[in-house]
């Protein structure tokens, strides 16, 4: 066997290295991650899409305005929008979003996903808070005061802190958990340094009253009704929560509010909210998503058995550039805020205001309620109606900072991406979530496979019979590109979510003529190269040096095209183009590690010098002699 030309691989180990690939491919197909639990024969499954298996349809209606409208049309395309980039960041791919009607948005997505579904229609609105107050939730102990703990007051045990030290991490236990995002605490990125230079803050800023709409009125009107007149009058006068460790029956009179239901208590002013005591944080929690959305008024929240009053939100969700989740220097998983560069000066001043308080601000008095020793205010995360975490600021963090707490790598992904992705216009609530069949199903699915199959075995036969031993490489270099396809569909669908829909399909059959075309270009070179007198040993080396750059010249347009198409399209056309640009770099290994290795080591063989056998046939019956030559 003659050697390669000097610089050229050996042919074997061009195999041996796709050999390699394909030994990787497999191991992470039948080993690899999210194959726990999964027979062998389960392992080999691609994740099928809506269109062939059916799936899980949720549907979420949206609230009316504060003016009984409902949403504008544009509003509910910003929302339609960003739903689905929350459920393909959720791993799901060629979701369909959909509205319905003027109210509504479906979400149908491959296979069972409730779990998946669950958070995609929350406002995930987040808010910056400076805490102005804290009170303990007193509402059991004044109505049931026989059962009452000894002590409900906030317990002052240590806050989670934020410090801007530079080389410092998260040095307070995470706080409660909110709606299954894992607790939090912000905490300063590790490279942040503190500003130099203090600067003198200003106090806590008054929130302008929140407009009264006639709505808001009416629903007031109907709890005075309700509580009584003389416990509304009490409560309109409250100006600090009431002290019930002196006097056990100074709360009485406010018994009436602790049978409210949670719309109506969104319908009290925050100052009532946190001052009566008899409101509890089950009412509060019970809120509608959205119920503290409005940056421009104070609000309360709960979190871990206080009731907290928090300023206007200095700091907005939309002040964040982006969100993502990342193990910090213990391992710990995080999510990591950048903000931009308006929302960076933003949020320099309010943990400068929270750093530097004035000397009579609130705020230091709800700090050392909440942790004992506390010397700087706390600043609240709040996300949608709940807080994520209150930490102490211990520095002006002027850089990027970072939300720690209980996270493990999908809570910390979800949050990020609920964060990433923006604020919903419009508030939405589930209406309903149920199992769908397949729009076109198995049927269609084993049809379309069929074609592919007739076309593939049409393709062999016109192989064998035109160009007889090449027929054979055209052959096994479509089922290696067709095994390694195959693989890396079952590993996307388990690592990315990708899923293989009908349109998928097509793209890969589509390729197929790519891949013949890239047969055509170098077998007939390589008649051309023998045409001009060459050996048929020698004429292998010199066609695969011509034909190699129309063949990369030919696939790089086609991945070019299939990128492009991904970018700007949606749904099942981006399935389509996701198919043929994988399959097209595929197509390219296959040709790089195996075609042109087989041809060198084919030219070597009598059976390729045979017209007869190699399918050269008129090309090496023409070959000129050297008289000719």
């Not at 042919?11 to 027979?39: D, E, H, S």
């Not at 107050?133 to 005061?145: K, L, R």
């Not at 982006?322 to 193990?327: D, N």
């Not at 975490?389 to 609920?418: H, R």
């Amino acid at each position: 066997m003659a050697r390669p030309p000097q610089g050229q691989m050996h042919p074997g180990r061009q195999l041996a290295v796709l050999g390699l690939l394909f030994a990787i491919l497999y191991v992470l197909v039948f080993w690899g991650p999210g194959t726990k639990g999964l027979g062998y024969e389960e392992r080999l499954h691609p994740k099928l899409g809506l269109d062939l298996i059916g799936g899980t349809q949720a549907t979420y209606r949206a609230s009316l305005l504060a003016n009984g409208q409902v949403p504008s049309q544009q509003s509910m395309e910003e929302s339609r929008k960003i739903i689905d980039q929350r459920v393909n960041a959720l791993g799901v791919a060629e979701a369909e979003v959909v509205i319905e009607g003027n109210q509504n948005i479906v979400v149908s997505v491959a296979g069972k996903a409730n779990d998946q579904l669950k958070n995609v229609g929350q406002a995930a609105q987040m808010r910056f808070r400076m805490v102005l107050g804290a009170n303990g939730d007193t509402a059991d102990s004044v109505m049931n005061p026989q059962a009452a703990a000894p002590s409900t007051a906030p317990s002052g045990s240590p806050a989670p802190s934020a410090s801007a030290g530079k080389g410092a991490a998260a040095s307070a236990a995470p706080s409660a958990s909110t709606g299954g995002q894992g607790g939090g605490e912000l905490a300063p990125s590790p490279s942040v340094s503190p500003s130099a230079e203090p600067t003198p803050a200003p106090s806590a800023s008054a929130a302008a009253p929140a407009p009264v709409t006639a709505d808001i009125k009416e629903q007031r009107a109907a709890i005075e009704k309700k509580v009584g007149k003389a416990a509304w009058e009490a409560a309109e006068k409250l100006t600090a929560p009431v002290d019930t460790t002196t006097d056990t029956t100074a709360a009485n009179i406010y018994k009436p509010f602790n049978a409210l239901n949670s719309a109506e208590v969104n319908a009290l002013t925050p100052e009532m909210q946190f001052y009566v005591p008899t409101i509890s944080c089950t009412q509060l929690d019970g809120r509608p998503s959205g119920a503290i959305d409005d940056e421009k008024s104070k609000v309360v929240s709960c979190q871990t058995g206080a009731k907290l009053l928090m300023d206007v939100a200095k700091v907005l969700g939309t002040d964040i550039d982006t969100a993502s989740p990342q193990l910090d220097q213990q391992s710990q998983w995080v999510v990591s805020l950048d903000f931009t560069s308006s929302g960076q000066a933003k949020w320099t001043a309010l943990t400068r205001e929270a750093f530097q308080p004035a000397a009579d601000s609130p705020c230091l008095t709800a700090a050392a309620a909440l942790s004992s020793g506390a010397t700087h205010c706390l600043v609240a995360v709040v996300l949608d109606k709940e807080v994520i975490s209150a930490p102490e600021i211990q520095g002006v963090l002027s850089g990027q900072s970072q939300i720690s707490g209980s996270f493990d790598a999908t809570s910390a992904k979800e949050l990020a991406d609920q964060i990433k992705y923006g604020a919903l216009p419009v508030t939405f609530t589930p209406l309903s979530s149920e199992t769908v069949s397949a729009t076109l199903g198995i049927a269609q699915l084993e049809a379309g496979l069929l074609a592919a199959a007739i076309g593939l075995g049409l393709v062999a036969i016109y192989s064998f019979f035109y160009y007889r031993l090449l027929g054979s490489v055209i052959f096994l270099s479509l089922l290696l590109s067709g095994l390694l396809t195959f693989g890396a569909l079952v590993v996307l669908g388990r690592t990315t979510g990708f899923t293989l829909t009908l349109a998928g399909i097509a793209g890969f059959i589509v390729s197929l003529g790519v891949a013949a075309d890239s047969f055509v270009i170098y077998f007939e070179r390589l008649k051309d190269e023998i045409h001009e007198g060459r050996s048929a040993r020698s004429a292998v080396p010199r066609a695969w040096a011509r034909a190699r750059r129309t063949i990369i010249s030919a696939n790089t347009i086609t991945i070019m095209c299939a990128v492009v198409l991904y970018i700007v399209s949606i749904g099942a056309v981006k399935g389509f183009a996701f198919a043929l640009g994988l399959s097209t770099v595929l197509d390219l290994v296959v040709v790089f590690l195996f075609r042109h290795p087989i041809m060198t080591m084919f030219a070597n063989t009598k059976a390729f010098m045979s017209p007869r056998v190699s399918g050269l046939g008129r090309a090496l019956k023409r070959q000129p002699t050297e008289k000719e030559a």
